[in-house]
């Protein structure tokens, strides 16, 4: 082997190799050098930690890995909100009073009226301190007026009726038999001596009628050609139709007019009749103790819960007596009031 010229024959070996096996050394020490290299530099691989997907830094570095924009999609879709629904409160029970000095009027039905009241402990302590004495004999008394088509002062009433009321109602059903009327109820006290002193005045209803109203909408007539080309477009008796020509002719030779086929809408011309009727009804009321025993002409009858009772009767023309006896609980104590009723008709 010279420097200029070099040549190695088969089944020679390279004099590289064969000093020692040079090329093998040669790699052993780049590899230790390698290992001194990585050793003075204390490098150590450690895996990334993952950070949520919604962060701010973690979102910015990682928009460019696949799948990530949908990593974030999913995770703000079930997100839950704070729920900012008022709570519900448990409910209350509504007061036994308010406190106020008022009543109110109702209607119930074309008949019966129903009311409501409350005073104050004021009012009826000052009520007592300037009657002294005569509350305590005073009735307690709900005055119903009818004030139909007037303006009520408290003395032009149409005509009025008392009710007796105990000292532990509040509330009372009223029994008008006055359909189709406006009402006023006054809540006071009638004395001893006849005088009524007004407490409390309430709101002005009004019954509705009993029966079909009186006020009839106008007539509108149609003319009988007009109503006749109308009908019989109505069941396809137009000029196109078959028997349009039959029509025609039936109502050119004046059968139309006959009163066979008359306008439905025209009201018939009725005959005048004048007439009218009067009659009485008895109305019977009152009240006592819840639990006592009460008798109307010698018949039982039943209270209602707060120990009041209605009766109706047919008012013929002649003198009835009533007698309502009261019996107490213990059966210790009665009470009989009779009221006599006279009808004469002329």
């Known amino acids: 082997m010279n420097g200029s010229n070099c040549s190695i024959k088969r089944g020679d070996n ?17 590899k230790d050098k390698l290992k001194k290299i990585i050793s003075s530099k204390n490098v150590t691989l450690k895996p990334k930690k993952k950070k949520s997907p919604v962060s701010g830094p973690a979102v910015s570095a990682s928009r460019d ?39 109110i009027l109702q209607v119930r039905d074309p008949r019966w ?24 004999r005073a009735k307690k008394v709900l005055r119903v007026y009818d004030v139909t088509n007037i303006i009520f002062n408290g003395f032009n009433a149409n005509s009025f009726f008392d009710i007796h009321y105990n000292d532990f109602a509040n509330s009372w059903y009223i029994d008008t038999a006055g359909p189709g009327r406006s009402w006023c109820v006054d809540l006071g006290l009638m ?10 005045r309430s709101n002005v209803v009004s019954t509705p009628l009993d029966g079909p109203s009186w006020i009839t909408d106008e007539e509108w007539m149609i003319p009988e050609d007009i109503f006749a080309r109308l009908y019989g477009m109505g069941f396809g008796l137009g000029k196109s139709s078959p028997v349009g020509r039959a029509w025609q002719e039936r109502t050119k030779q004046g059968l139309f007019s006959s009163g066979i086929s008359s306008s439905p809408v025209r009201k018939a011309v009725k005959e005048r009749s004048f007439w009218m009727k009067v009659d009485c009804e008895l109305i019977v009321y009152g009240a ?12 039982p009858i039943n209270l209602r819960p707060d120990g009041t009772f209605t009766l109706r009767y047919y008012l ?9 006896k009261a019996t107490s609980a213990d059966k210790l104590e009665e009470r009989t009031i009779t009221p006599i009723v006279t009808r004469e008709t002329r």
């Open 65 to 103: 890995i696949p799948g990530f924009q949908e990593t974030v999609a999913v995770n703000t879709k079930f997100s839950q909100p704070e729920d900012t629904r008022p709570r519900s409160t448990a409910l209350q029970d509504l007061p036994f009073c308010y406190d106020q000095d008022k009543i």
């Open 191 to 200: 004395l001893t001596d006849g005088r009524f002193i007004t407490i409390l």
């Open 14 to 30: 390279p004099p590289f190799l064969l000093e020692g096996g040079g090329l093998m050394k040669i790699l052993k020490k780049v």
């Open 288 to 299: 006592t103790e819840p639990d006592a025993k009460v008798t109307v002409q010698g018949q």
């Open 113 to 136: 009226l129903h009311t409501y009241w409350e005073m104050r402990n004021q009012t009826i302590e000052g009520l007592k301190s300037k009657l002294g004495d005569d509350f305590y």
């Open 316 to 324: 013929p023309d002649s003198k009835q007596v009533i007698p309502v």
